[in-house]
């Protein structure tokens, strides 16, 4: 126990700096939000999340149930060939919908803007407006921007088209947009299945979240000013509310968020972010290669179709390929700018993305991060593990190869629950808090291990009683003073020290008053010399100093400023007792008087016996 008790104490320094450095680490996590630090880790982040995804993608299966019709490059040839330019009538998407119709899919949604345009066919149009009007399975979006009012006048939506539900401001506050990009008043008129499809990039370009809700605030006509907050929806949420309703039963009519900022639709959940965005669980590579992820079709295969079915020859589609399926019709080619880079693929159709969360809400497999104090518990036991490894084990190779393993299983861990469970956990700030720790630990444990070894050499090489060198390590001063001054042809001289009378205190004072006359001594003749002198106890009551670069003249004056400093002062044993100390001394000086520790230390003697000869309290010479 008093070992242990020593040790703490010796190392009082070091694990008060310990505790710096675990309270630096709990501060350094608790002010990370601050914008400038909060920036880069989010960006590293957003990386890691990247790698995850792309990771366990391979292992997913999207719903065959949803299939993609595309305006690919074919397709976009094909059309400019049949229609002159883009964009294409839009009798000609009301033919798409007829024929899909006439195979009884489930929904139809369109990621495309009809917007009011200069050149539009009217009578086209109206086609279009009619199909609206005709099935009640069919939705189109509508988009939101931030351009001037001095631009556009932001336009008054139907407040059909807005969401009523209610939320904790404090706790989540939607996109907002201060315009739209609104699309044809007929279509608006003639149905409700319309929502928004705004899908805002990251700093770095990507796209990785969602807005299920964005704000467009209602203006005041006279000076553009806010009235109130609307709220909209998501289009592919608006109709995987209505596909749940119709056939999983789910009976949701009244939007509701949690607590925890969760859209509840029946018995599933949408984890939104704080400004009530969702972050997408993504398919794999996909969009604009061969080895699609979703089952797409080309529009001009579908055309092509119906002008077949129209002529009584045989479709290019398959009968019923369309039943009871979920179609998307959109454009996936980069001359109609609707190419989005999303974790798992740089070029992805902004249709897949509607598909991807449509097929995330199905499964109900939505990321969702993991609660702050959640990740900050992770933080501190990676860190308090990367301490342990270094302090615990001996070996720098395999406290680091403990580390290493430690951080890749908990790589493992962060990919395994975002496959199994969909919770997004930190990576970069428990992995960074860890490899910080893991190296300060072993500057820690080196500073250790530094103050240990001094300590021990210390005792090793000090005499406890009086706290000057001992017998060896005098010895071992001697060896290397002749070493070296025989390199240098340098003097350097002994001088050996006797206490006078010293049994005599021991005798009538006690061995504590004896002893405290040799720390006395001690204290005295360290005072007396350089700090490039050592001062040593030989043993018993004689002591030595080496004197480093010192002739035989200057050694003897030092002598004897040293007799005289001891005489002059008497000693107080206690409070009521003063003594008087003397000292009789000895000088030798290499290599005049010796060229070995032994010849000097027995010159130096015959000299300390000479001052006793002649009455002690003096420097004793031999000639």
Known sequence: MNNFFSFIYRHRFDFFYSFLLFFFLVATIIVLPKEETKNIFTALENKTFDIRQNIIAKDKKVNKDIIIITVDDPSYEYLIETYGDWPIPRSVYAKIVDYVQAQHPKYIAFDLLFIKSLNRIPQSDNKLIEAFKKYDNVYTAINFDDYSSNLRIPPHIDDKLKSNISFDKNKLTPLKFQNCRIIMNEIINATDKIGHINTPKSDDGFIRTIPIIVNYPKFDKNNFSEIEDNFYLYMTVKLAIDYLNKYEHQNI???????KNNLLLGSRKIPLTQDAQTILNWYGESGLNDNKTFTYVSFWEVLKSI???????????????????????????????DIKTVPTSKYLPGVEIHATLLNNILDNNLIHKADFPYNLIISITLAVAAGFTVFRIRSVVISTILFLSLIFLYLYYATYIMAKYNIWVWIVIPLSLALFVFICSFIIKYLIKSRDFEYTYKLATTDGLTELYNHRYFQEQMKLHIANNEKTKDNF????????????????YGHQAGDAVLRHVAKTLKKSVRTQDFVCRYGGEEMTIILNKTDKPNAVKIAEDICKNIASKKYELN???????TISLGVSTFP???????ELIEYADKCLYKAKENGRNQVGKLD
């Open 592 to 598: 005049e008087n010796g060229k070995t520790p032994t």
């Open 575 to 581: 409070p009521d007792l003063e003594v008087n100390i």
């Open 253 to 259: 009519h009244e939007l509701k968020i949690d607590s």
């Open 307 to 337: 002008e077949a079915k129209a002529l009584g020859k045989k479709e290019l589609i398959p009968q019923d390929f369309f039943k009871d399926k979920i179609v998307y019709i959109g454009t996936n080619i980069f001359s109609l700018s």
């Open 493 to 508: 001289s002994l001088i050996l020290i006797d206490i006078d009378f010293f049994k005599k205190f021991n005798d009538k």
